[in-house]
């Protein structure tokens, strides 16, 4: 199912960054789209600049989306395509408390899995949906030092993995963008991890939201906004040990500076 001048959307975690970058994007090719945040004033003001209709609340929670899904499905008429954009970092070290581990399940990986409860039914009825995870590359290689968000993050590919593998078949689209550095402010929270996420090149969310676009023409899995990162994925899977141990280097070269 392309995503059409017409067609429906929902962003989640849109109030500001990737998701923001992906909702004006949408609009801006003639989707209609409802946005969501859990930060009520800045979803507000985004809806506005950007001519989406805003949905507040926590899209993660039984209840939010459940909620988030309906008021979108009044507004819209149905909801062709999910973008499950919102994500939280949290977490440093072995030592990151229980709290930390269960809230970044909650947002990264349980809240694509209520939403898509929702969802993929009513697209197998209708032979047509697309779910699209914002999962970072870091779910795809490992986000050293921060093993909640790394952890999560897999676990998300991997459920958009199972989607596309079971769904397909049905017309339902499944797609994971897995970008490295990204000039939001998770990046700017990151400290000495900055310079290191954006050895790449960190992109604009604007750059991001053009890959996902993009993508849509193909309707390909993987959306890889910086291309090296499926060389260091291909890496990964064939040259295990090294890869680790590059990681553990470059993890050396973190330790040295905190």
């Known amino acids: ?13 849109a109030a500001g ?18 946005v969501n945040d859990i930060d009520e004033v800045r979803l ?16 993660a929670s039984v209840e939010g989306v459940q909620r988030l899904v309906d008021e979108a499905k009044a507004h819209l008429g149905q909801i062709d395509a999910w973008y499950g954009n919102a994500g939280i970092d949290r977490g440093i070290g072995l030592d990151c408390p229980e709290e930390d581990w269960a809230a970044s399940h909650e947002v990264n990986v349980m809240a694509h ?3 898509a409860r929702l969802l993929v039914p009513e697209w197998v009825e209708r032979k047509a949906g697309r779910y699209v995870v914002t999962a970072s590359a870091a779910g795809l290689l490992t986000m050293i030092g921060a093993p ?25 689209v499944v797609q994971a963008i897995c970008p490295q550095g990204v000039q939001t402010g998770m ?13 790449d090149t960190a992109l604009t969310p604007e750059q991001v939201a053009d890959a996902a676009w993009e993508a849509t023409t193909d309707d390909r899995f993987l959306v890889l906004p910086h291309p090296e990162v499926g060389d260091y994925y291909a890496a990964r899977a064939t040259q ?6 590059g990681m553990n280097r470059l993890w050396q070269h973190v330790e040295g500076q905190v």
């Open 113 to 115: 899995v209520r939403a």
């Open 148 to 172: 909640t968000y790394s952890v999560t993050k897999h676990a998300a590919v991997a459920f958009a993995e199972w989607l596309s593998a079971t769904y397909r078949h049905h017309g339902v």
């Open 17 to 34: 960054g990737i998701g923001r970058a992906l909702a004006a994007r949408l609009v801006a090719e003639g989707v209609r789209v409802v």
């Open 1 to 13: 199912m392309p995503v059409a001048p017409g067609s429906t959307a929902v962003v989640t975690g």
């Open 187 to 199: 990046l700017e929270r990151s400290g000495v991890m900055k310079d290191l996420l954006s050895r």
């Open 44 to 59: 507000a003001e985004t809806a506005e600049q950007i001519g989406a209709h805003p949905v507040a609340g926590d899209a």
């Open 240 to 245: 295990t040990d090294k890869w680790l141990s």
